[in-house]
T-cell receptor, first 112, second 113 residues
Framework: AQRVTQPEKLLSVFKGAPVELKCNYS??????LFWYVQYSRQRLQLLLR?????SIKGFTADLNKGETSFHLKKPFAQEEDSAMYYC??????????????WGAGTKLIIKP | EAQVTQNPRYLITVTGKKLTVTCSQN?????MSWYRQDPGLGLRQIYY???????DKGDVPEGYKVSRKEKRNFPLILESPSPNQTSLYFC????????????FGSGTQLSVL
């Protein structure tokens, strides 16, 4: 079954420290994964997608098919990174069915 | 400004009293969807619509109805709300189904007493 797991509900790190938000997935097909972010009082928005191999706001995420992971990383956390982060998997099955499957989310708190 | 507009932001109601949460987008998107967000469960899809007059169930459709009479509007209807429908609801849209860049509304916090 398709599933996205974010094992940490809450992650708290100090400003300037490295951050890694974990995401693991279960999917039999070729995975497409995404990170969404929701800053305080703002709407949920797409942060990055693995196919773009981009760095957004200093964040990167590498798809590791062997470990079925798509962890979000940033070398030096900033206070403005405090937010709720969701990992999502684009899943197709039976030719035409499609669904975006969401993890439970990780709340990231950056301490000054 | 391109956006998804949801109303109301907050709603407190009582069991059994019908309510509607409105959702409107001004981006001419074909795809629209409703999610509920509960602690520890992430986002769960309630219903979605691929275009006008085309709607389909998501993961948790029980107790909800939707309609898509116009491209821009996708209201969520709770005919007889129950306390287990207390949740944070999000409407989202994208140009087409399968485009993962979803545009989200600001959310509706619903409490059913």
């Amino acid at each position: 079954a398709q599933r996205v797991t974010q094992p940490e509900k809450l992650l708290s790190v100090f400003k300037g420290a490295p951050v890694e938000l974990k995401c693991n997935y279960s999917y039999s097909g070729s995975p497409e994964l995404f990170w969404y972010v929701q800053y305080s009082r703002q709407r949920l928005q797409l942060l990055l997608r693995h196919i773009s191999r981009e760095s957004i706001k200093g964040f990167t995420a590498d798809l590791n098919k062997g470990e079925t992971s798509f962890h979000l990383k940033k070398p030096f956390a900033q206070e403005e990174d405090s937010a709720m982060y969701y990992c999502a998997l684009s899943a197709y099955w039976m030719d035409s069915n499609y669904q975006l499957i969401w993890g439970a989310g990780t709340k990231l708190i950056i301490k000054p | 400004e391109a956006q998804v507009t949801q109303n109301p932001r907050y709603l407190i109601t009582v069991t059994g009293k019908k309510l509607t949460v409105t959702c409107s987008q001004n981006m001419n998107h074909e795809y629209m969807s409703w999610y509920r967000q509960d602690p520890g469960l992430g986002l769960r899809q309630i219903y979605y619509s691929m275009n006008v007059e085309v709607t389909d169930k998501g993961d948790v459709p029980e107790g909800y109805k939707v309609s898509r009479k116009e491209k821009r509007n996708f209201p969520l209807i709770l005919e007889s709300p129950s306390p287990n429908q207390t949740s944070l609801y999000f409407c989202a849209s994208s140009p087409y189904r399968g485009d993962e860049k979803l545009f989200f509304g600001s959310g509706t916090q619903l409490s059913v007493l």
